[in-house]
C-alpha cells in the first residue's frame, strides 16, 4: 500500500511540474510569449475587436468597435509596432455630402459604426470596408479619400431581403493591387468584385458560395472564402476560375465558422474557432491550442488572429474575455509543428509550491482511506 501511495503522489508531482497545462476539454494550454494592450474604451484600449492585419513592416493594426454610451459605438483602428508597443489609434471618419443627423464629428465628417473589414496595400494605405463605402486612411491615420460600393453591388436590384447578409463582409488587397469585396445578390448567387484603388470597378465574378463571409490574400495570388456558418475555406486562384475546398477539421470543439484566418510565411494558415489552429494548405491540422484563457466547454472561444514575417502568431481578444486574459494581444511563435509560448521559468517556483501542496493534501486525503 506505501508503494502504491508514493507512485500516487511522484503522479501528480510530475502533473504539476508539466510546462503546459491541459484545459478540462483536452485543448492544450500555452502561455504567450509576449502580451501587450488594456481593455476598455480609452484611446489606445481594446473593446470590440472586428479584425486584424499586419502591414509589411510587421506593424500590427486592429480595427475595433468602440462603444462610447448605451448601445451606441464607432469604428477605431488601433496600431502597435512590431514589437507590440502602442504606436497610435484614430476614429474611423467617413464624409457626407449631406447632414445625416447622427454621430457628427466635424468638418462634414460622422463617425462610423459599420466597419466589417479592411486591409492595407503595399503603401502602407489602409482600405476600411464601412456598409456601403470603402473608406482609405494613409499608414498614419489620416484621411484620403473614399468611394461607395453600392453601385456594384448585386442586392441593390432590389433583392436585399433575399440575402442572408445585407451588407458587404469582407475586403482583401490582392497581389496586383485591386480593391477585392464579398457581396451578395440571393442565398445561393454570390459576388466577388474588383475595384481599383481610385473606386472604379474592374469586375465583378460569380461564386457558388453560399453565405459568404471573410476574404484573405495569401500574398501569391489565391484567394480564401470563408463560408460563414460551416467549416469550409474555399480556395480560388488570382482569377477566381479554379475553386479548392478546405474542409477545416476542428477536432469536435466547435460547430461553426472559423473566427479568422492568415498567413504565415512557412505556407501554413491559421484559424481561430474553438482554440487557434494551424493548418497545413490541405487542411490537416498541425496544431491546436488554446491561449492562458481556459475556456469552458461548449463556449465559443472566438478570437481573431494574423502573422507576420517571422512566424509570430498574433492573437486578438475583446473587452468580454478580460476576465480570464490578462492582455488583450498576445503573441505565440509556432516551430516544426509545435506552438512555443512564454518558458514557464518565470513563474515555476510559485506554480511548483500551489501544485505542491495540492498533489500533497490530494495524497494524505487518499491516505486516510
Known amino acids: 500500500m506505501m508503494r502504491y501511495h508514493v507512485l500516487l503522489f511522484v503522479a501528480l508531482l510530475s502533473l504539476a511540474m508539466a510546462g503546459i497545462a491541459v484545459a478540462d476539454n483536452g485543448i492544450t494550454v500555452i502561455k504567450p510569449a509576449a502580451s501587450a494592450g488594456q481593455y476598455g474604451t480609452g484611446a489606445g484600449q481594446i473593446d470590440t475587436p472586428v479584425s486584424v492585419r499586419v502591414d509589411a513592416g510587421d506593424n500590427v493594426y486592429i480595427l475595433q468597435h468602440v462603444h462610447t454610451s448605451g448601445p451606441k459605438f464607432k469604428s477605431v483602428i488601433t496600431i502597435y509596432d512590431k514589437n507590440l508597443t502602442l504606436v497610435r489609434s484614430f476614429d474611423v471618419l467617413k464624409k457626407s455630402m449631406v447632414d445625416v443627423g447622427w454621430d457628427r464629428a466635424s468638418n462634414g465628417y460622422y463617425y462610423d459604426n459599420l466597419a466589417s473589414a479592411f486591409d492595407i496595400d503595399g503603401d502602407g494605405n489602409l482600405f476600411i470596408l464601412c456598409g456601403w463605402d470603402v473608406v482609405v486612411y494613409s499608414k498614419d491615420g489620416k484621411y484620403q479619400y473614399q468611394f461607395p460600393v453600392s453601385a456594384f453591388m448585386g442586392w441593390i436590384d432590389n433583392t436585399g431581403n433575399e440575402t442572408q447578409f445585407y451588407y458587404p463582409r469582407g475586403l482583401a488587397i490582392s497581389s496586383d493591387d485591386y480593391v477585392v469585396i464579398t457581396s451578395g445578390s440571393t442565398r445561393d448567387r454570390h459576388e466577388v468584385i474588383f475595384i481599383y484603388p481610385e473606386g472604379k470597378i474592374y469586375k465583378k465574378l460569380d461564386v457558388q458560395v453560399s453565405d459568404m463571409a471573410d476574404i ?147 495524497y494524505f486525503s487518499v491516505r486516510r482511506f
Request: net charge negative; aromatic share 10%.
Open 216 to 362: 484573405v490574400s495569401d500574398g501569391n495570388g489565391s484567394f480564401y472564402i470563408v463560408e460563414a456558418g460551416r467549416s469550409v475555406i474555399h480556395s480560388y486562384d488570382s482569377a477566381l476560375k479554379t475553386k479548392r475546398d478546405i474542409r477545416l477539421d476542428f477536432n469536435g470543439t466547435y460547430n461553426g465558422s472559423p473566427a479568422s484566418l492568415a498567413f504565415m510565411p512557412d505556407g501554413n494558415m491559421t484559424a481561430s474557432a474553438n482554440g487557434i489552429f494551424v493548418y497545413a494548405l490541405n487542411g490537416s491540422i498541425q496544431a491546436h491550442f488554446m491561449d492562458n484563457n481556459l475556456s469552458e466547454n461548449d463556449r465559443s472561444w472566438n478570437r481573431l488572429v494574423a502573422a507576420n514575417s517571422t512566424g509570430w502568431l498574433i492573437m486578438v481578444s475583446g473587452m468580454e474575455d478580460k476576465a480570464k486574459t490578462p492582455k488583450p494581444v498576445n503573441v505565440y511563435r509556432f516551430y516544426d509543428g509545435a506552438v512555443v509560448g512564454e518558458p514557464e521559468q518565470a513563474d515555476v517556483c510559485s506554480t511548483f509550491l500551489a501544485m505542491f501542496g495540492a498533489a500533497a493534501a490530494l
